[in-house]
């Protein structure tokens, strides 16, 4: 998109970037295998329950960095690309955590 158009905002070259990394955590969080036992399924509702809370706190720390740097708790930054994003990176990051935490209590 950049080459095609030149005079693209740098704003909106971040939502892009946001916008494709939303998309590959989101299928990486939906994507099953055939045959899932029910600590991977309590890992996965575990897993978007955490994401949705560090969503919250998250976006509420944006609103404080932004109203300390600008004055207002809203600006330009806050999209639903950033949203999606930051949701699946969290529930992603938090089943990855959940798996990593299970396999050393296992060793």
């Known amino acids: 998109m950049a080459i095609a158009q030149m005079d693209i905002d740098p704003n909106e ?14 299928m990486l969080n ?6 899932e036992d029910e600590m991977i399924k309590s ?4 897993a978007f329950q955490t994401g ?5 706190w998250g976006l509420g720390a944006i609103m404080l960095i932004n109203y300390y740097r ?4 809203s ?6 690309y950033l949203v999606l994003f ?3 990176g969290y529930i992603y990051g938090a089943f990855q955590y959940q798996k990593y935490m299970a396999s050393k209590d296992i060793k």
């Open 30 to 35: 939906l994507t099953k295998e055939k045959d």
């Open 75 to 80: 600006s330009e930054i806050f999209s639903a």
């Open 43 to 46: 890992f996965r509702l575990q």
């Open 52 to 56: 949705f809370y560090w969503l919250i």
């Open 86 to 88: 930051l949701l699946n």
């Open 13 to 26: 070259g971040a939502e892009i970037i946001y916008g494709f990394w939303a998309i590959g955590f989101a």
């Open 70 to 73: 600008f004055g207002n708790i």
